[in-house]
């Protein structure tokens, strides 16, 4: 099983600002994703991250606002770029390879103020 | 598109009661099918998997059985106890696993002593 670490785990920032969040795997992935979880609401899928490429948006989800690295298969990046109180989530990243299932990092609560 | 249906919560049970978590789906073609769970404070966690009709995923006491004919992937467990207290996600993939994943809207269970 691949381990998944996130940081920062939780952050509070300024309306405005904007917060990187890396997401790290402890082994090769083929996929990697980024999801958003709202207060009390299920995942959403953000984007899929593409390994020396740009990233592929969901419907409602832009590159200016989240824009996405993926130097390598290892590690994955994830801005959220002049936030407002409503980018209040949870930031979860997750990978896995071929047939396998999907493993979820810790996850990173933002809060804005 | 690919949807997840899932049972609004909360749900509250007392301990030794017997669970039941509904999930149905709408998906093109043969989509793997899973059970995720939150606990307090942390990130997701694969439950149980189901990647084709019929098959029954099971871990920790609690199952799920894939039903092409009925589309529904219900989680079943038959004596809960106060550490089962978490969040459950119902979610399908499209591409039989660590594609992206479309979540259910989750639902959070109380176990009380």
């Known amino acids: 099983s691949a381990v998944i670490s996130q940081k920062p785990s939780r952050d509070i920032c300024q309306r405005g600002t904007s917060l990187t969040i890396q997401c790290q795997v402890d082994s090769q992935v083929t996929m990697m994703f980024w999801y958003r979880q709202q207060p009390g609401q299920s995942l959403t899928l953000i984007a899929t991250?593409?390994?020396?490429?740009?990233?592929?948006?969901e419907s409602g989800f832009v590159i200016d606002k989240f824009p996405i690295s993926r130097p390598n298969l290892t590690f994955s990046t994830l801005t959220v770029s002049n936030m407002s109180p409503e980018d209040s989530s949870i930031y979860l990243c997750?990978?896995?390879?071929?047939?396998?299932?999907?493993?979820f990092g810790q996850g990173t609560r933002l809060t804005v103020v | 598109g690919n949807s997840v249906t899932q049972m609004e919560g909360p749900v509250t049970l007392s301990e030794e009661a017997f669970l039941t978590i509904n999930c149905t789906y709408t998906a093109t073609g043969y989509p793997s099918l899973f059970w995720y769970v939150q606990y307090p404070g942390e990130g997701l966690q694969l439950l149980l998997k189901a990647t084709k009709a019929d098959d029954k995923g099971s871990n920790k006491g609690f199952e799920a059985t894939y039903r092409k004919e009925t589309t529904s992937f219900h989680l079943e467990k038959g004596s809960v106890q106060v550490s089962d207290s978490a969040v459950y996600f119902c979610?399908?993939?499209?591409?039989?696993?660590?594609?992206?994943?479309?979540f259910g809207k989750g639902t959070k269970l109380t176990v009380n002593p």
């Open positions: 997750s990978g896995g390879q071929g047939r396998a299932e999907a493993f």
């Open positions: 979610a399908l993939s499209d591409q039989g696993g660590s594609e992206k994943l479309v």
């Open positions: 991250a593409n390994q020396g490429s740009e990233a592929t948006y």
